[in-house]
């Protein structure tokens, strides 16, 4: 399709220019630009993708996720048939859109002949059972492809399709809700831990319920409403960092707050709500995405009367604004629908409404003059914002009403600058839109630099663009010091001739005390850059900032006689600013940053600005750290990853593509690792380490890091290493794999692979698996703490072929260390040591009757005589415990082929609990249970976890033979 439609062609934006206190005045959009341009992007043209044959369809509902695990966005759009038949089409996202300048992008477009399309050929119509209104994604199995989740108000069931599902292959999955749907939504609820949960409201027998699954394959979790329910949506509200849930009726407006389930033991909370003051019922609600630095607590809500309002977290709870929103012209609503998206250079989404007469106005948030109005012809029934293009603004997907066929409106800059030569000469004439220098014979005599492009863009408002076209293509160095990327500005390097994915463009900064590139303001884009020789190569200062396809570092192939920067890429490198919703790299190849060859780290937070900057929020995707292009290690840094002062962000995912590789330090520093994390100035916390690589490459070969791979220091809170679906690999440190070394709260380590790799190989470590480093705790003894595992189906790590104890605890009170395999090491399974303790040192600690002793990690008390008997296809275990006197324990019972030296158990089979009764005056308990099936000729140990959440060492071994009498006088 190289043309728009006629419902295209109406796509013409005009800027709502406030002239006096009731006057407006509707501008067209290119004389606005030339009067004072507004600082929202151009949207110009909607383009309708290819229609589907057969007529009398529509659209009722729009979703994007990675549905083909491909790393891009796909789009899913539901339909209805004229005979009330449902249907989906899947529009699979197109990376030479996002990425139009890589040579495989080129040689597909010279094999076409045409540009390429923001997305491919949609697969077939696949039929539904039901007639879908409602429709979520969600990778609920954590394989990095998403399911949909579809489901009509007022039908009786939600249904699932996988990408396999959706091409045809199997049945849609029905998921029963025992009630009638209201309200769908999904999102991160309680601990973020990088998978949605799916949200349902029913209403059955006239009562109002919440359904919540943590994963659509298992029982959904049943909460009681004051009130039936028509809007849901999954945000942060308040103070602490888990996902909450917000729930709208035409009575009630109330919400759920979430909490650490996986570590506490914590039921959801009960809801609380307020009375609603609306005069119809809700039907759609939107919360801004977690903001905590900025404290953006806000949503809004569409009204079935199309009235839109604000809500807004205060003191006592969610409110809603007493005004409702009116149109920039004055005119009544109704909307029909609203999205928040990235379309100016505000650091925050604005919200963008669909109106019933074909018209959608930009930035509702906003006062009416500073507004944007578009035409778009008819009514959108729905609209997403997705970033599909060049830039780092969303672009608009919206279908009509009545129509069955989807239109991508993307975005444009306001202006754009050719760069032409690679000189730093400043522009002569700033704000005139002309990049202009001057080589001593007159303003524009010197063409156009890239010092004098981004001083072009930075005094014109609105987002603009600063392209490539130097000595007609090929590399270019530029000598320069700091440059400042600001105000939406795409520095898109790529657009050189003769790009091939290496950088062509070098910035060189001859050892300037300060970053190369610095981004300020908000949705700025750098990609296609080699920055070197700065004391930070980017430093990313602004938020939605989005960083990519850049290598900081020499050029391929030139270290060690070349050296890089200090830091290669900086988020929050410069003094006094809070950057946030950023993203470095991305989840397609195409996107990957490449830092390597730098002095102090190769990627950074706030680990350069003293006290005075914090990030927040930041995704950091498919990068390589430590590694050049071609795959070869260049590891010179103290710290592949040096994080400080951070609150909510990601370091990886469980999405395809978000591996980061992190090579590891290199010899110098005093506590070298692949990644350090601290408090610095004050507690940080919030952050997800998903799905990572440390100390190896991508074929698995081993990077010869030194130290250890990663170490916490100071207070960090709710830190998660690792998720069931998005383990880490942490192999080949001649140190500790993981030091925990600070205090911290609910903090969660789980699916991770500690000593050998997710295949199996063995890259073993020197040190310990995990070790936890006297964890002295300033929080209440009610807090929880660590959990290293858990009982649940991929929450246990698998640790493995170190060199000491797979977990070693010298303190650190409440860590639960269950459900784990842990085995093949030098020393015990969990070794629990105490400096100062007489026999609490390494190797196994001696029970001590009722357990008085408070050793550090207060000794729960090995399991002692825990013999099992095979039962048929099951086992029966049973066993005795000595502790604390009038409590109870967790039994986590274990199996390993063989025993060790020691006696103690390895924990290589995680077999299942028992919870024992409470212990008598003597701390005396007898326990048993029911487990899985254990491999003939293995032996069996346990562990005793106590109700703070300490955890024993192992039990020593016991022999587990169907059919025999055992040492205690049980037999089958």
């Known amino acids: 399709m190289t043309q728009a439609s006629a419902h295209a062609a109406a796509w013409m934006l005009a800027a709502l220019v406030l002239t006096t206190a009731d006057e407006c005045l509707g501008l067209d959009r290119e004389f606005a630009q030339a009067q004072g341009r507004s600082d929202f992007a151009r949207y110009p043209l909607a383009v309708d993708l290819p229609a589907t044959p057969g007529s009398g369809k529509r659209g009722l509902a729009l979703a994007q996720g990675d549905v083909d695990g491909d790393g891009m966005p796909d789009l899913v759009l539901s339909l209805v048939t004229a005979e009330g038949e449902g249907k989906l089409l899947v529009y699979p996202g197109n990376v030479d859109y996002l990425f139009p300048h890589t040579a495989q992008a080129r040689a597909r477009q010279a094999l076409s002949g045409a540009p390429p399309e923001a997305f ?21 199995d954590a394989d990095g492809r998403m399911e949909v989740i579809v489901g009509a108000v007022g039908g009786d069931s939600l249904w699932r399709l996988t990408a396999a599902e959706l091409r045809g292959s199997g049945d849609a999955q029905s998921i029963a809700l025992e009630g009638t749907l209201t309200a769908l939504a999904a999102g991160e609820v309680g601990r973020r831990d990088g998978v949605d949960e799916v949200v349902a409201a029913v209403t059955h027998d006239g009562k109002a319920s919440l359904l919540l699954w943590a994963g659509s394959r298992r029982p959904p979790t049943r909460l009681a409403l004051p009130a039936p329910v028509s809007a849901l949506a999954v945000g942060m509200l308040n103070e602490d960092p888990w996902g909450d849930v917000v729930w709208l ?22 809801p609380q709500s307020v009375v609603a003051p609306l005069m119809a019922a809700p039907r759609q609600l939107l919360l801004y995405p977690p903001s905590v630095a900025r404290g953006a607590r806000r949503g809004w809500l569409l009204d079935a009367s199309g009235t839109l309002h604000s809500l807004e977290w205060n003191a006592q709870g969610l409110t809603i604004a007493a005004a409702a929103y009116r149109r920039a ?11 928040l998206g990235r379309v100016s250079t505000e650091a925050l989404p604005s919200l963008i409404a669909g109106h019933a007469d074909g018209h959608v106005e930009f930035g509702l948030e906003r006062d009416s003059a500073t507004r944007l109005q578009a035409s778009n012809g008819a009514a959108p029934v729905a609209m997403l914002a997705m970033r599909l293009n060049a830039d780092a603004l969303d672009d608009l997907v919206i279908v009509d009403t009545g129509s069955a066929i989807p239109s991508v409106v993307a975005s444009a800059p306001q202006a754009s600058f050719l760069v032409e030569n690679n000189s730093n000469l400043p522009d002569c004439a700033q704000g005139d839109g002309v990049c202009s220098t001057d080589i001593g014979m007159g303003c524009g005599s010197g063409g156009c630099s890239l010092r004098a492009a981004l001083q072009e ?21 530029i000598n320069s010091g700091e440059l400042v990327v600001n105000a939406g500005t795409s520095v898109d390097a790529t657009t050189q001739p003769g790009y091939a994915g290496v950088p062509l463009i070098l910035l060189f900064g001859n050892a300037t005390n300060g970053p190369g590139l610095a981004t300020f303001g908000a949705n700025n884009l750098v990609r296609g850059m080699l920055v070197r020789d700065y004391a930070s190569g980017i430093a990313v200062c602004g938020s939605g900032d989005v960083i990519e396809a850049n290598i900081t570092g020499p050029y391929p192939g030139t270290a060690p006689a070349n050296g890089g920067n200090g830091v290669g890429i900086n988020i929050g490198g410069c003094n006094f600013t809070q950057p946030d919703q950023s993203r470095i790299g991305g989840t397609v190849t195409a996107a990957r940053n490449y830092a390597y060859g730098n002095g102090f780290a190769d990627f950074a937070i706030a680990a350069t600005s003293g006290c005075s900057s914090s990030a927040s929020n930041t995704e950091v995707l498919g990068n390589y750290f430590g590694f050049e292009p071609d795959g070869s290690v260049t590891r010179t840094a103290w710290y592949s990853a040096n994080i400080c002062q951070f609150n909510g962000g990601s370091i990886g995912g469980i999405a395809s593509g978000s591996r980061n590789l992190l090579a590891g330090a290199a010899a110098g520093s005093g506590d070298p690792s692949a990644m350090r994390m601290s408090d610095c100035c004050f507690a940080a916390g919030n952050l997800l380490v998903l799905g990572n690589r440390f100390g190896a490459a991508a074929d698995g070969s081993p990077t010869g890091a030194v130290g250890q791979g990663i170490r916490q220091l100071g207070r960090v809170d709710a830190l998660s290493i690792g998720a069931p679906g998005g383990g880490n690999e942490l192999v080949g440190f001649p140190g500790d794999a993981l030091l925990l070394g600070g205090v911290m709260s609910s903090t969660s380590v789980q699916g991770n692979w500690v000593g050998q790799l997710a295949d199996g190989s063995v890259l073993a470590n020197g040190g310990s698996g995990i070790y936890i480093d006297h964890l002295s705790n300033s929080l209440p003894a009610t807090a929880p703490t660590l959990s290293i595992g858990g ?33 093949g090491n030098g020393g015990m399974a969990i070794d629990i040591q ?21 050793c550090g990690h207060n000794c729960a008390n090995a399991g002692q005589n825990h013999p099992v008997v095979t039962l048929g296809g099951g086992i029966f275990a049973r066993g005795t415990l000595n502790s604390r006197p009038a409590s109870t324990y967790t039994i986590d019972l274990y199996a390993a082929p063989a025993c060790p030296p020691d006696g103690r158990g390895d924990l290589t089979l995680y077999l299942g609990s028992t919870v024992t009764g409470t212990t008598d005056a003597n701390g005396d308990v007898s326990w048993s249970g029911v487990i899985a099936e254990v491999p003939q000729g293995w032996v069996l140990t346990a562990t005793a976890t106590d109700e703070a959440g300490n955890t024993s060492e192992p039990a020593p071994c016991r022999s587990s033979v169907a059919g025999q009498l055992l040492s205690d006088g049980f037999e089958d």
């Open 329 to 339: 012209d004055g005119l009544p609503w109704p909307a029909t629908t609203a999205v």
């Open 791 to 823: 009982s649940a189906a991929g929450e246990g790590n698998v640790i493995a072929h170190q060199a000491g104890a797979g977990v070693l605890l010298r303190g650190g009170e409440r860590s639960r260390v269950r459900g784990n395999s842990i085995h």
């Open 457 to 477: 863009a930075a005094a014109l408002p609105g987002p603009d663009a600063v392209n490539f076209s130097i000595a007609g293509g090929g590399q270019s160095i």
């Open 249 to 270: 009726g035409a009575e009630r407006l109330g919400w759920i707050s979430g909490s650490d389930r996986t570590l506490s033991g914590q039921e959801w909370a009960m």
């Open 120 to 140: 491919l050929a949609a697969w077939p119509e696949r039929h539904i059972p039901v007639a879908a209104d409602r429709m979520v994604l969600v990778d609920s």
């Open 834 to 854: 105490c400096q100062d303790f007489p026999g609490c040192g390494s190797g196994p600690t001696l029970n001590d009757p009722g357990d008085p002793d408070g």
